[in-house]
């Protein structure tokens, strides 16, 4: 079951990365394998499959030394998952097989690696000890042919600069997918649309607000309104210290949208430096319907959803109008 989850994450990430037949091949070219490559690399096979435990133990040996690799090395399970893993890709790399499967399994293993949170750096110093050992085997093994234990060690280390190329990549989309995912959160959390009452949404905008920041309010405002069945919007700007033309544009188009949805905006808290800066700019005001500050605008959209305000004496909290 864990096995096929996995080779459909390698899979999916094989379509997001955009590796298909034609960026194989490619990579293969960037590197400089050829055909002649396949029989020096088979004149190894054995060397490498016989020995492939020792190679294993080299890698994981020195990844044990670094702090760097601590979560890769402290979790047994996925320790012993990837030097699964890794005997399996040493094993493979003198098949002479590199088409989509043999790329699948590398994504599973740079998977994993970007999962532990493994440094680029530290895998390239861990591979880098990898073919140390693997070309000092090859070259005892050969000494009285030493240019043949060259080519085959040569035409081995193509491929495992197709297999770096590959395994950084993926570190990097992965860091970045995390990042990305973060940043996302972080603006999120930034724009709550928050439910007041039934029929009544209040969005608080505080801080710097970029072009992307107003396009997220938008689409968070307005799928907001539609969850909801929103009818009423107050939009408080208090803590915006700043607004440049192309923001105040797009927060007039989500006034906009929001009315196409059927929601009424109020817009609270415009700040005396603020309203000078969209005069300034020659910002079109008049859909806007602003209140002084924030207690104002939740009275304005009671109001307009049929609510009234009573007194302690009259009774406490609000009530539907004519009741």
């Keep these: 079951m864990a096995d096929g ?13 955009g590796l298909d037949e034609a960026n194989i091949e490619r990579r293969k070219k960037i590197v400089g394998f050829e055909a002649s490559d396949l029989p020096r690399i088979a004149a190894i096979r054995d060397l490498v499959t016989q020995h492939a435990d020792d190679y294993v133990t080299t890698f ?12 890769l090395i402290a979790s047994r399970a996925i320790a012993e998952r990837a030097r699964q893993l890794k005997r399996e890709h040493l094993v493979a790399m003198v098949q002479g097989e590199y088409g989509m499967k043999y790329v699948e399994q590398r994504i599973e293993l740079g998977i994993l690696y970007a999962k532990a949170g493994l440094d680029a750096r530290v895998f390239l110093g861990a591979f880098h000890q ?15 042919k030493p240019v043949d234990g060259f080519e085959s060690f040569m035409s081995l280390k193509k491929i495992a600069f197709f297999d770096i190329g590959l395994i950084v990549d993926i570190l990097v989309f992965e860091r970045e997918r995390t990042i990305r995912q973060q940043q996302e959160s972080i603006r999120e959390l930034s724009t709550p649309v928050l439910q007041i009452r039934e029929r009544l949404l209040l969005l608080p905008i505080i801080g710097v607000i970029d072009t992307q920041r107003a396009r997220l309010i938008t689409e968070s405002l307005l799928r907001s309104i539609r969850a909801n069945r929103a009818k009423v919007v107050v939009m408080d700007i208090t803590g915006v210290a700043t607004i440049d033309s192309k923001v105040s544009n797009h927060l007039l188009q989500t006034v906009t949208a ?24 020659g910002i079109e005001l008049s ?35 004519g009741t």
């Design 287 to 321: 859909k806007l319907n602003t209140v002084g500050d924030l207690q104002g605008g939740l009275e304005d959209a009671e109001r307009i959803l049929g609510y009234r305000v009573l007194t302690a004496e009259a009774g406490a909290g609000p009530a539907p109008e």
């Design 130 to 144: 990898l073919l140390k050992h693997i070309g000092s085997a090859v070259m005892k093994q050969l000494d009285r």
């Design 258 to 281: 929001a009315r196409l949805m059927g929601a009424h905006v109020i817009v609270t808290g415009l700040s005396a430096e603020v309203a000078q800066s969209l005069v300034a700019l």
């Design 60 to 71: 994981f040996n020195h990844l044990s030394g670094l702090d760097d690799a601590r979560p």
């Design 5 to 17: 989850i996995q080779q459909a994450a390698s899979k999916a990430l094989l379509r997001e990365m």
